[in-house]
């Protein structure tokens, strides 16, 4: 199985502030990487898939980049409705597997 | 829009079975595929299967082989995720998520269910 690992675990940050958090794949998944933001009590909500391409209505200040096995997702100006868990997910092979999250908490 | 709306939460003794259903509205529901995900307390999202609700065919992840059982009603639009020999390790919030290829698997999902909590406790 490919293993995939963020960091940091969790960051503060202040509203306004640009975040970039990273998730690295034991083993290259060209693109096929996705990123979630998940808030408390909440389903899960799909951002990024194939590593920068945005889900529908998703607004532009998220941002995804990288390729083969370091990723990264970036957060241009944090707003309090940001604040949230954030999980990155390979689908280069079954079974598919996800990242530990990264919570991103109020400074 | 599209929307997935899970069963509500279970408590069941371990040895028990399980079922979970989640039903589809907005879209074709025979059109793409469902996976099944989980959290255990303190774990990681943990991928189960999925199930192609045109066909029924599905594919287990190997930890859940002989385990667990995904099925469909086209009817109703709703599929459904059985785990059977519940143990304690089996207490999690459990999702039914949309995948985002037309009639195929990409592994990419891009609609999720609320959850649903599963508590296994004698």
């Known amino acids: 199985d490919i293993q995939m690992t963020q960091s940091p675990s969790s960051l503060s940050a202040s509203v306004g502030d640009r975040v970039t958090i990273t998730c690295r794949a034991s083993q290259g998944i060209s693109n096929s990487l996705a990123w979630f933001q998940q808030k408390p009590g909440k389903a899960p909500k799909s951002l990024i898939y194939a590593a920068s391409r945005l889900q529908r209505g998703v607004p532009s200040k998220f941002s995804g980049s990288g390729s083969g096995t370091e990723f990264t997702l970036t957060i241009s100006s944090l707003q309090p409705e940001d604040f949230a868990t954030y999980y990155c997910q390979q689908y280069k092979s079954y079974p598919l597997t996800f990242g530990g999250g990264t919570k991103v908490e109020i400074k | 829009q599209v929307q997935l709306v899970q069963s509500g939460a279970e408590v069941k003794n371990p040895g028990a079975s399980v079922r979970v259903s989640c039903k589809a509205s907005g879209y074709t529901f025979t059109a793409y595929f469902i996976h099944w995900v989980r959290r255990a307390p303190g774990q990681g999202l943990e991928w189960m299967g999925w199930i192609n609700p045109n066909t029924g065919v599905t594919d287990y992840a190997q930890k859940f082989q002989g385990g667990v059982t995904m099925t469909r009603d086209t009817s109703i639009s709703t599929a459904y995720m059985e785990l059977s020999r519940l143990t304690s390790d089996d207490t999690a919030v459990y999702y039914c998520?949309?995948?985002?290829?037309?009639?195929?698997?990409?592994?990419?999902?891009?609609?999720w269910g609320p959850g649903t909590l599963v508590t296994v406790s004698s």
């Open positions: 998520a949309r995948d985002w290829g037309i009639e195929t698997d990409t592994g990419i999902i891009d609609y």
